[in-house]
């Protein structure tokens, strides 16, 4: 079973910054794309961030400009590097493998609050 692990949420201001990361615990890392999703209470959960295994990225309309992934697969660790942050961004993060190979256990996400 594969388990994934967030870190590096927090409070914020609007306009400051912040970098998750999410370690994987797999051998085999490097074959998966990875995504970074985000969950608000009552809404639907939305894939904010992935990277293929070449490092081709996409993102959300919302977040494209001021989101960066990116990974590090001699380390297992894909990251969210969160600029220029807004309100609207509030949710707790979660990371986990692009579907097909979606692991059915998430990590218990990261909470990001931005906020004055």
């Known amino acids: 079973q594969v388990q994934l692990v967030e870190s590096g949420g927090g409070l914020v201001q609007p306009g400051g910054s912040l970098r998750l990361s999410c370690t994987v615990s797999t051998s085999i890392f490097s074959i998966y794309a990875m995504g970074w999703y985000r969950q608000v209470p009552g809404k639907q959960s939305e894939l904010v961030a992935g990277?293929?295994?070449?490092?081709?990225?996409n993102y959300a309309d919302s977040v494209k400009g001021r989101f960066t992934i990116s990974r590090d697969n001699a380390k297992n660790t894909v990251y969210l590097q969160m600029n220029s942050l807004k309100p609207e961004d509030t949710a707790v993060y979660y990371c986990?493998?692009?579907?097909?190979?979606?692991?059915?256990?998430w990590g218990q996400g990261t909470q990001v609050t931005v906020s004055s």
């Open positions: 986990n493998i692009l579907p097909p190979y979606q692991s059915k256990n």
């Open positions: 990277i293929g295994t070449n490092g081709v990225t």
